[in-house]
């Protein structure tokens, strides 16, 4: 148990609906990471906040945003969906910014759309 | 473009006998790097990370990985192969000018370790 918890682990919509999937990172962890993992386009990472702020963006698309709250959790949102962003969404933690910190993921929350 | 490349999608391996799963990475400057085992339906579990030093790199499980800096290679090795290590590994590379943290994946080998 890496200590990143994510809810919910599964998810199942419909096409052009919005989801919202929440992350607590570990204790103590200000950094949180959010991936997409697909059978195409293997792990991509999103997007990146650090103490509430955005800090990286990568592949993330205008459709889907996210947020850091007070207590550290985060969100990432998903509107209009399509077919094509069933995957698997990790959210991973780590304590800084320092780029030898490791990031800690959590289990997933597995998205199914239909 | 940073990249990092698992040239084996799929690697068999004898049980008891010694393994490899190889990274090779295309990054400016010296990265660091990691490697992570995903399990079925699990996320992603840390293994091990170069960040300085010397080569041999040991970390979970029995796994250690050797960091060659002029192949740019990053290779996961264990000595004697259990069953239980048959899962997806990946390395991951992040790039120390890279303010934002974030890693770059390589796609994956799957491992079976055959009985």
């Known amino acids: 148990d890496s200590g990143v918890t994510q809810t919910p682990k599964h998810l199942i919509t419909a096409t052009g609906q919005r989801v919202t999937l929440r992350c607590s990172p570990r204790s103590g962890d200000l950094s949180v990471y959010w991936y997409q993992q697909s059978l195409d386009q293997g792990l991509q990472f999103l997007i990146q906040y650090y103490n509430g702020e955005e800090r990286a963006k990568g592949n993330i698309l205008e459709r889907f945003s996210a947020q850091q709250f007070p207590d550290l959790h985060s969100e990432l949102n998903l509107s209009s969906l399509e077919l094509g962003d069933s995957a698997l969404y990790f959210c991973a933690s780590s304590i800084g910014l320092a780029g030898a910190d490791t990031q800690y993921f959590g289990p997933g929350t597995r998205l199914t759309v239909l | 473009a940073q990249s990092v490349a698992q040239p084996e999608d799929q690697v068999n391996v004898a049980e008891g006998n010694p393994l490899t799963v190889k990274c090779t990475y295309s990054?400016?400057?010296?990265?660091?790097l990691f490697w992570y085992v995903q399990y079925p339906n699990r996320g992603l579990q840390f293994l091990l990370k170069y960040i300085t030093g010397d080569n041999l790199v040991k970390g979970s499980y029995g796994f250690e990985a050797e960091f060659n800096k002029s192949q740019t290679s990053f290779h996961l090795k264990k000595p004697s192969a259990l069953v239980s290590d048959s899962a997806l590994y990946f390395c991951a590379v992040r790039p120390k000018a890279n303010t934002g943290n974030q890693f770059y994946f390589g796609t994956g080998t799957s491992l079976t370790v055959i009985p």
């Open positions: 990054v400016s400057g010296n990265p660091y």
